[in-house]
């Protein structure tokens, strides 16, 4: 296909970090020749064409990622590199790795890094044969002096696991996680598959981190699930918001696992028994009734990974977005897909389930800072929000609730949230809610994105629903704009509801309830673009509610240096 023509009108800066020194170019530009409005100018993507374990190295975030070097749709895959001091501004590298051998010449899919003893990191990821049979193979630093970790060398022993297990479909075998060493020092990895429609976390085992023997039992599969892509397990720390590291710890420690399924990345929590490699699930299955767990609610936050971060000690999240808008217009754009911005997460002082919250970086790229007050906002209320870039924003908004005593009663056959937020939808007036935000709005209200709330009186206790209207997001019809959305585990007796949303031309994030429920959302508009986007926060219940607060920012554009080649060792231009 053919190349993005970069247009000549450059945001230029000097930026110099470890001793490098580069120039930037907005990347918010167009594929050929035109304008770019789905562009994100925040959120991290590839300078082009189809955008896998995070690390944070001698003061250096890296970004490894899934790439298409050759097109805008899946196909070749390599793995990308970026490096960032902030998680915000980004430098592009070459690719880590490229398809050359044998093995994996169907291509380098996922994995994670893994730092060995001694600080050396290590990448594990899958590589995929010509007749799609998946192995899973190592590359370390060519020259791990180098904090930019610039060339990777493939290990002479790859495969070091393959699908040697009859009952293991050797095309659904991948994406190994980060490893970790169990309490006799050996070293644990998991791989994603499946066996007769049962998905799994198989579990492998290895002392030298080369020799790899399969586990009898996986650590946990499920019959409800399908293939488990990307799966990931970590430790949480009860009571705190700091990350854990250590596998080992047995106080104040729960484990989570993390699989990515049906389009979505659900997770269970349990307890890791090191000494007998065992894990003690919280409930029997994913997707158990009210604790189907999943790190978004939105349709499009898919195969996670999450590292962590030494350096602040906390855990970030990091997922792919997926486009909603075909391919056709995906090779039009000349790109697809981005990464979602980097969430911390900790577990909830219930210790039922996690908690996210964008890292606090992001907030570097405030500006233009609006506030609104103690307002009331009586049943058809619509106050915009001006003053800042509603295209390009973050928002943060407190509702002060009435007395819960005449609103709607739960049914109780209203067991599925998303249902229900179609059904009950933005339009539809209810007593309480629906409240909440219209964002890239258009001036008429002809194209709308909304993120809203409603609240119901069940028994003795209230339930707060947290919907994604997409139903009038975009005029397109060749857009998905299905509406999401999920029960909040908050009590609207005791608390008011937050919501941030986080607003980027084309993703818009929002975390309801301090971060207990976040729904992440692509859109298409084609009259709220740009200057022409707008923002509302709005009360359609019978019942009036009040802003507590409403802060709202402009949002800087995050600088983005394009590839850069190596001159010569130790020097990248």
Not at 29 to 54: C, D, I, L, V
Not at 78 to 90: E, M, R
Request: a negative charge; glycine letters at 8%.
């Amino acid at each position: 296909m053919a190349m993005p023509v970069i247009l000549a009108v450059f945001l230029c800066f000097a930026a110099v970090s470890g001793g490098v020194q580069t120039t930037g170019v907005s990347l918010n530009e167009a594929s050929a020749g035109t304008k770019q409005p789905y562009r994100t100018a925040y959120h991290f993507q590839p300078q082009k064409n189809w955008m896998n374990g995070p690390l944070y190295y001698k003061g250096v975030y890296h970004l490894f990622y899934q790439y298409n070097p050759y097109s805008a749709i899946w196909g070749n895959m390599t793995w990308g590199h970026s490096i960032s001091h902030d998680l915000v501004n980004w430098i592009h590298l070459e690719h880590a790795l490229n398809p050359t051998e044998p093995y994996e010449l169907g291509g380098c899919y996922s994995g994670s890094v893994t730092m060995l003893p001694g600080g050396r990191p290590v990448i594990f990821y899958t590589g995929a044969d010509t007749q799609n049979f998946q192995s899973q193979n190592l590359a370390f630093p060519k020259d791990p002096s180098d904090p930019h970790l610039s060339e990777w060398v493939k290990s002479p022993h790859n495969p070091v696991i393959a699908a040697t297990d009859g009952d293991i479909d050797p095309s659904n075998f991948r994406d190994p996680t980060t490893a970790w060493q169990a309490a006799d020092g050996t070293w644990q990895v998991l791989i994603g598959g499946k066996i007769d429609g049962r998905g799994m976390a198989f579990l492998y085992q290895s002392k030298d981190f080369v020799n790899w023997t399969k586990s009898e039992k996986p650590l946990h599969s499920s019959a409800k699930t399908g293939m488990w892509e990307c799966p990931d397990f970590y430790p949480v720390t009860i009571n705190s918001k700091d990350g854990a590291e250590n596998y080992l710890m047995k106080e104040n420690t729960k484990f989570i696992l993390k699989a990515s399924f049906l389009d979505h990345d659900h997770y269970v929590l349990g307890f890791y028994k090191a000494e007998t490699n065992e894990f003690e699930v919280d409930t029997t299955d994913f997707m158990e009734g009210n604790t189907d767990w999943r790190y978004d609610y939105g349709s499009k936050y898919y195969a996670s990974k999450t590292f962590f971060d030494g350096e602040k000690r906390r855990r970030i999240l990091w997922a792919w977005i997926l486009e909603a808008d075909g391919r056709a217009n995906d090779k039009k754009k000349g790109w697809s897909g981005l990464q979602s911005l980097p969430r911390v997460v900790w577990l909830s002082t219930s210790g039922k389930q996690l908690m996210q919250w964008p890292i606090q970086e992001i907030e570097s790229l405030r500006k233009d800072k609006v506030e609104i007050q103690g307002k009331e906002l009586e049943s058809g209320s619509l106050v915009e929000v001006d003053g800042i870039t509603a295209a390009q924003a973050d928002v943060e908004v407190l509702f002060e609730l009435p007395k819960l005593e005449d609103i709607e009663q739960m049914e109780p056959s209203w067991i599925d949230p998303q249902l229900l937020c179609a059904q009950k939808n933005a339009a539809e007036e209810g007593t309480l809610g629906p409240f909440g935000l219209r964002v890239l709005a258009s001036k008429n209200l002809t194209e709308e994105t909304v993120i809203f709330f409603r609240v119901f009186k069940s028994h003795s206790r209230h339930i707060v629903l947290m919907c994604n209207d997409l139903s009038r997001s975009s005029l397109s019809k060749e857009v998905d704009k299905t509406s999401f959305g999920t029960f909040v585990d908050i009590d609207s007796l005791q608390e008011n509801i937050s919501l941030r949303t986080l607003i980027d031309h084309s993703i818009v994030e929002s975390f309801g309830g301090e971060g207990t429920a976040c729904i992440t959302a692509r859109v298409y508009p084609t009259i709220a673009v740009d200057k022409e986007a707008r923002l509302f926060v709005f009360n359609k219940g019978s019942l009036s509610i009040k802003i507590s607060k409403l802060n709202a920012w402009s949002m800087k554009e995050a600088k983005r240096v394009p590839f850069m080649k190596r001159r010569k060792p130790g020097r990248l231009v």
